[in-house]
C-alpha cells in the first residue's frame, strides 16, 4: 500500500475514536492497539478463526474486487470483517458476533500488526467495507464447506492415521 493510502486508512480509523490525536500518538508510540467504537462509521461481524479464514478466501476469489478491512485477533481465534453500520440487522450462526453501536473494539493501525491483532485486509482509506450481501454468501459457502470437512476430520481422528 504506498504511503499516502497507509496515511488516509490512519485517518479513516482514528475518525472513530473519542480522540483522533490520541489514537494515533497511541498506535505510534503505545501498545499499538486502541478501542474504537463500532456502530458510527462501521460494524464488525467477529465469527470463529476457520470460519473467517475461508469465507475471506472465498471473498478473494475475484481478483478485481478486494474484499473489504479483516482483521484477526490470533489470541482468540476470531476473524473480524468490517461491515457498513446496521443497528437492525440480526446474523445468526454458531460463534457469529455483530459488533455495533454501543460496543468496543480492539484495532491495531492499519500498516502492522500489534499484539494479537492484525489487518488480513487493511482499509483502504476510502471508507470501502465488505457488502453484507457479499459476505453473507461467502460465510454461507464456508460453513457449508466446513460442515463437508468436519466428518471426515472427525473419522479420521478415531481410525488412527498417522
Not at 34 to 55: C, I, K, N, Q, T
Not at 57 to 86: K, M
Not at 126 to 142: F, K, N, Q
Request: aromatic fraction near 8%; charge should be negative.
Amino acid at each position: 500500500m504506498p504511503n499516502n493510502m497507509w496515511k488516509q486508512a490512519v485517518e479513516w480509523l482514528a475518525a472513530a475514536a473519542t480522540d483522533p490525536q490520541e489514537c494515533k500518538r497511541e498506535w505510534e508510540h503505545g501498545t499499538g492497539t486502541v478501542l474504537l467504537e463500532a456502530g458510527r462509521f462501521w460494524d464488525v461481524l467477529s465469527v470463529p478463526e476457520r470460519l473467517g479464514l475461508l469465507a475471506l478466501d472465498i471473498l478473494w476469489r475475484n481478483p478485481l474486487d478486494v474484499p473489504g478491512p479483516t482483521l484477526v485477533d490470533c489470541a482468540a481465534r476470531r476473524v473480524g470483517f468490517f461491515l457498513p453500520p446496521d443497528p437492525v440487522s440480526e446474523w445468526v450462526g454458531s460463534g457469529v458476533r455483530h459488533v455495533g453501536r454501543g460496543a468496543w473494539i480492539a484495532v491495531p493501525p492499519p500498516y502492522r500488526p500489534a499484539g494479537r491483532m492484525e489487518w488480513l485486509v487493511p482499509p483502504d482509506g476510502a471508507g470501502s467495507l465488505h457488502s453484507p450481501g457479499v459476505l453473507e454468501a461467502a460465510l454461507r459457502e464456508a460453513t457449508g464447506a466446513l460442515a463437508v470437512l468436519a466428518p471426515v476430520s472427525a473419522e479420521q481422528k478415531g481410525q488412527g492415521w498417522w
